[in-house]
């Protein structure tokens, strides 16, 4: 079967194991059962998430244009704590910055390969952790906006990790007594003060469970290097699919890319 389209991030439900869908244009593929299958995928252009343009993507999805003026591709999407929708400043657009912004936020510890501290909006949870290949993830925090949220993860960051460490995450080894809720009771006393009241404290680590065993090396590629890949489905683990031999492809990496897939 052949489809083509626009790739956008895959889309996920939570289960054991958590099942992906890869959205391409007007398709949505269960990837769950092409696992064993072999899959050609061929990049054959490009079309911008936001404006459609078939111009290279610069970064995020976006054409270049797009990410410099798009709200959606502002600085603080990357940095929470510039937000300034608060206090009715416009960074490029005030209306959707408010939208964006103004509503409950979460921050996390989570397991990615090394315990990270990371900020997403609430209704994002539990997606934000399956596209960054949280083996556990707890809330240690409740805001009432992405300002407060980025501030206490600024103050955490100097003491936890705030990137992901993709191949670490793929190397999937993790010591069976991580405990993230011992891990917060050590960065408690770097909560910043003034955000204390957003603390929370239960212990509710929530473990996730992907299509996934790790190969014995990890390796990714782009479809920039290789437009004609051809390989058999082995597992998916955030937002990667992980092809026979370690081969990886991040999907989220590659969005605006229209490709034609075989399966
Ligand atoms: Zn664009």
């Known amino acids: 079967m052949q489809f083509r389209g626009q790739i956008l991030k895959m889309t996920t439900q939570n289960g054991k194991p958590i099942q992906y869908f890869l959205n391409l244009s007007h398709d949505l593929i269960v ?3 092409l696992v064993d299958h072999k899959i050609k995928i061929k990049h054959i252009g490009y079309e911008c998430v936001n404006c459609g343009s ?3 993507i610069y970064r995020m999805g976006f ?3 797009c990410f410099f003026e798009s709200p959606y591709a502002s600085e ?3 940095r929470p704590e510039l937000s300034t929708a608060h206090l009715g400043i416009e960074e490029r657009n005030l209306e959707i910055e408010r939208s964006i912004q103004l509503q409950p936020h979460i921050v996390y510890l989570a397991y990615t390969g090394d315990v990270k501290v990371g900020v997403t909006r609430e209704s994002q949870i539990p997606t934000r952790w399956i596209d960054q290949g ?3 993830a707890l809330p240690i925090a409740k805001t009432e906006n992405r300002y407060e949220a980025g501030m206490i993860e600024v103050a955490l960051k100097e003491h936890v990790a705030d990137k992901t460490n993709w191949k670490k995450m793929l190397e999937d080894d993790y010591e069976d007594d991580l405990d993230l809720a011992q891990f917060r009771e050590k960065i408690k006393n770097d909560f910043p003060v003034d955000f204390q009241n957003f603390y929370r404290d239960n212990n509710e680590v929530v473990r996730l469970d ?3 065993v790790a190969p014995e090396k990890v390796t990714s590629f782009t479809l920039d290097k290789n437009p004609n890949f051809e390989g058999v489905l082995k597992g998916i683990k955030g937002q990667y699919l992980a092809f026979e031999g370690g081969h990886f492809l ?3 990496g590659h969005e605006g890319y229209v490709i034609e897939l075989e399966i």
């Open 31 to 33: 990837m769950n059962q």
């Open 210 to 212: 992907y299509p996934y």
């Open 54 to 56: 078939d111009e290279k």
């Open 134 to 136: 949280a083996t556990f």
């Open 63 to 65: 054409c270049k244009k």
């Open 250 to 252: 991040n999907v989220r």
């Open 76 to 78: 603080t999407i990357i």
